[in-house]
């Protein structure tokens, strides 16, 4: 079975950083995107990054461009969220995706809701 845990989720002051984990398990990791996506109370839940696995291609949601990094560790099977510079705006439930078409990265800002699998999420508050 898919498995996808994010963990780093916590309080961090303004224009402080966090970084988020995802561990993934149960497909090929290589040959698939994995996404990160975020809901706040009240707002639209938005694809914040995604990595295709298997050629490093990544996409960035305007919002988070210059201040997030998306990664992966593919010996571990884990990518990572680096986010810097963070604002009140940031605080959200942060879950990790993932869909075996590698290519979706493309179009991740759309195509995140039908991603194939979606993890439990990890709350970032963002203190101003």
């Known amino acids: 079975d898919v498995q996808l845990q994010a963990s780093g989720g916590g309080f961090v002051q303004t224009g402080g950083s966090r970084r988020l984990s995802c561990a993934a398990s149960?497909?090929?990791?290589?040959?698939?995107?994995i996404g990160w996506i975020r809901q706040a109370p009240g707002k639209e839940r938005e694809g914040v990054a995604c990595?295709?696995?298997?050629?490093?291609?990544?996409y960035y949601a305007d919002s988070v461009k210059g201040r997030f990094t998306i990664s992966s560790d593919n010996a571990k099977n884990m990518v990572y969220l680096q986010m810097n510079n963070l604002k009140p705006e940031d605080t959200a439930v942060y879950s990790c995706?993932?869909?075996?078409?590698?290519?979706?990265?493309?179009?991740?800002?759309?195509?995140?809701?039908?991603?194939?699998?979606w993890g439990q999420g990890t709350l970032v508050t963002v203190s101003s």
């Open positions: 149960g497909f090929s990791f290589r040959q698939h995107a």
């Open positions: 995706v993932e869909d075996d078409r590698w290519y979706r990265c493309r179009t991740y800002g759309s195509a995140y809701i039908d991603f194939n699998s």
């Open positions: 990595i295709s696995v298997g050629d490093g291609t990544t």
